[in-house]
């Protein structure tokens, strides 16, 4: 059974104390409520006396995975849900940060975030990485039967018609890239979008345009996307495009067993080969 | 013969398909040196690139070379086992499928995407490849790029006006 | 000069309009999993029921003033390059809130200044006419009254339209610009009421704007140099993500860009949230990191601008940026934070 937010709110402020008591932390990441706004938004607590602010909402959106990067050196204790801390064992694998300047408070049973639709397909409901937990884990019997007859993302349509949706939907893209800021895994110092040396984006927008940089980006997330549907919750304009990259983390398994982050040792899908890798559709 | 179908002949033998050919310097470029030299005929409508490997081909270049009016493409590289490199034709794989699978899914004909092996030695293997290569882009047609039919997409774009008596 | 009209009147009025006007009102929109408040062409007679007024929409107008992607000629036209044809079409805004009036004046300052004239915006603004709508309750996440607007009532647009629950009020501000769109008549035609009735309206909605939990204490501008030195910005703004949706959403920011298509010039937004937005060609940044951009951002607003523009403040507290924002952050948050450092640094407050 998925836990109650206010369940993991109660056990997440406990916890944090215990965090700030046992770790010399440079801070904790978490949700908190937003001062006016009273919207959750990222929080970064730097004394025990502030546990209470942390939250877990079905509004709790953000990625926090991603601002760990930013302070890499430190050691930090961070709030995972089960999708951050794939993309934390993701970091790990590539050496992007090391696992032990990472206190890392895992979700347990995470009951999923609200107009999310990464959350009705999840297949990892527990953090694979944890030095804590909150809630109670859910068992593997319980996700497969959650999961039993769940399509992804434009399964059942043909290529024409994903053709014709992607046209439709990309045509309101205003190229704010919100969708790349807010995904756990693109984290590259210099991003082709900004490359213009050489430019594979061209200026301007038009719906052609805002395509290619869809291909694009869905091209460097094979082996990286662990489908927590970030890219989709962040973008103002309520642009379907998460499908595409479901559908080569979905075709990613079927083909090489491989799905990202699931254990900080695994080698990427694209630094490791099988010789006996299958080739569909080659010549 | 319906007119429609004689149109259709007529259509498909005005379009010379534009294929852009990626091929490593030491396998499949060497092909087609060959094929060239022992006088082999093949279809001149591909343009080569020579590329150090195909590990070294991003695969971003395959999407630009659609996006600027290519109407297939073909990648030969190194038959797997005999990479110049030991192994850049292994990564390669892995990418070229996963390439391959998200430009199908949205979208984009099979057939305008060409993965193959070819040695240095396979120069009749290389003409023919070229020459099923074209025949599987003229099947499909002239790239209209990756978006549908500008009129489908113009009508939706701004989203769907909800109706009701809010005024 | 106060109208009454009842919303079939209103319907009927602006069916005339049409005649001359591309009349552009907030209808709702079904954009993929959003359902979003969006000013649009009307496109026929039947969409005017469709008109959305109760609800502030997700975006202001800027975009018909100053589009997203603006084709602004050959190059090789030189000095000669003149706006396209289509924004001579007389354009009639309806329900537009005070906090995006303002924004639309804060653009005529920034670009009609002086000898600075932009002749594309030039044509776009006098080519446009407003008519206000006054809100019965405050947006999620607006301030506008902190930063000097009035959300009930403007002076500064023609025509402002009063919802009285039953029927609409129509307060005429203008007359000389209704006479040059040649529509005066058509309003004169209504029936006319006392002040009185409109009064009674404003005074009752009034009471939903009561004291906002956020306050601004400090006169405009702030000191530029405390502020951009003495604030932690690093800490305030750690959750900002980079995506400059604020920026695109706000309706008093106006950061262009060049670029060319062949030899055609265009223009498009462009955000000083983006890291390419001062990069050099040698590869310097001056703002290298991101709470760099939001200081330039806030300090634009609430410091720069009113400074180059008399006090007026750059922002019309509208919400959208909280609204909008991937991760909740808060401007009336950072600016809170900014408002105790400074006076804790003991900065006197501009008096204003």
Known sequence: MANSYKEITKELQEIAAEVFA??????????????????????????????????????????????????????????????????????????????????????????????????????????????????????????????????????DMTPAERKEHYSREFSRCTQCYACRDACPVCYCDHCYVESNQPEWLEEGSSADKDMIFHLMRTMH??????????????CPEGIEMRSMTTHLYHRAKELYNYRPGISPEQPTLFSDFDKEDSEPGFL | MATAQKEKQAQQKEFDPKIIAFLCNWCSYAAADLAGSSRLQ????????????????NPLLVIKALNKGADGILVSGCHPGDCHYIDGNYYARRRFTMLKDLLEFSGVEPERLNFTWCSAAEGRRFAEIVRKVVERVESVGPWQGFLSEPDVVAEKEAGEIEDGEFL | MIKKLTAEELKALLGELRQKFLVIAPFRVKQGRLTKVLYQPVKSEDQLSSIYLKEQPDASPKEYFLPRDDRLGEETAGADCQPEEWSDYPRLF?????????????FDDVFTENDFVDPFYQQRRDNSLIIGYSCQEPADNSFCQEVG?????????????????EGFYLKVQDQEVLKRFEMLDMIEELPEVESSELEEIVRE????????????????????????????WEEATASCLGCGVCTFYCPTCFCFKFFWEEIEKNRAWDSCMFSLFTAHASGHNPRETQDQRWRQRLLHK?????????????????????????VNLDIRRVLDRVEKTLAGEGVKGNES
């Not at chain 3, 909605?205 to 003495?230: D, I, Q, Y």
């Open chain 1, 22 to 155: 046992e770790h010399e932390i440079k801070h904790l990441v978490g949700f908190g409520r937003g001062e006016f706004s009273g919207l959750t938004e990222p929080v970064f607590l730097k004394n025990p006396e502030e546990a209470e602010r942390l939250i877990f909402q079905d509004d709790a959106a953000p990625m926090l995975s991603k601002y760990l990067l930013k302070y890499k050196p430190d050691l930090q204790a961070v709030v995972a849900k089960p999708c951050d801390s794939r993309a934390l064992a993701y970091y790990i694998s590539e050496g992007k940060i090391s696992r032990d300047n990472l206190v890392i408070i895992g979700i347990n049973g995470c009951p999923g975030i609200e107009g999310n639709t990464a959350c009705q397909e999840c297949d990892t409901r527990n953090p694979v990485i944890a030095d804590y937990t909150v809630g109670e884990e859910m068992s593997q019997q319980e996700l497969e039967a959650e999961l039993e007859g769940v399509k992804y993302l434009l399964e």
């Open chain 1, 221 to 234: 997330m094979p082996g990286r996307c662990v489908n927590c549907g970030a890219c989709e919750m962040a």
């Open chain 2, 42 to 57: 093949y279809p001149s409508n591909i343009r080569t690139i020579r590329i150090p490997c195909t590990g070294r081909l």
């Open chain 3, 94 to 106: 309806l329900g537009v809130r005070s906090c995006d009036i303002a924004g639309i004046e804060l």
């Open chain 3, 149 to 165: 607007i009035n959300p009930l009532e403007n002076e500064n647009v023609p025509l402002m339209l009063y919802d009285a629950g």
């Open chain 3, 205 to 232: 909605n009034r009471k939903n704007f009561s004291e906002n939990e956020f306050s601004l204490e400090r006169g405009l501008p702030f000191p530029e140099k405390e502020a951009f030195t003495s604030v932690d």
């Open chain 3, 302 to 326: 609430f410091s720069y601008h009113p400074t180059n523009y008399q006090g007026s403040p750059g922002c019309v507290g509208c919400g959208r940026c909280v609204s909008k924002c991937p």
